[in-house]
């Protein structure tokens, strides 16, 4: 009987240690950290991004709304904008909801060759 008990060996505890422990939390780390390279920092740039291009904006500047309504801004106060949509039609709009510059008004982009995003036609 003695035999079958040291054929056995040590319990799987004894002989893993940190080792056991490690093999079992290394896949999770692994899988957070693919998550936070594809997915949380992305989103991190793109809202710094968008928090710089807010702190940007300026009267007369041409924007677009995240529903989507186009209007030229004419006044700025701490966290909204009034935008005239049209003539003598102005709407106040918090300024989180502002999602870009309309069409119109984009800068034309620069390529590594130096050439701007417009054709010239």
Known sequence: MD?????????AAAQGGMSGLMSMFLPL???FFIFWLLLIRPQQKRVKK????LSNLKKGDEVITSSGIFGKI???ADN???????DGVKIKVEK????????SNQPASVDKAGNTGSTGK
């Open 3 to 11: 035999t079958i008990a040291y054929a056995a060996g040590a319990p």
């Open 29 to 31: 780390i692994i899988i």
């Open 50 to 53: 968008h928090q710089e291009f």
């Open 74 to 76: 004419t006044g700025i």
């Open 80 to 86: 909204a904008l009034t935008i005239e949509i049209a």
């Open 96 to 103: 989180a909801h502002i999602s870009g510059y309309a069409a």
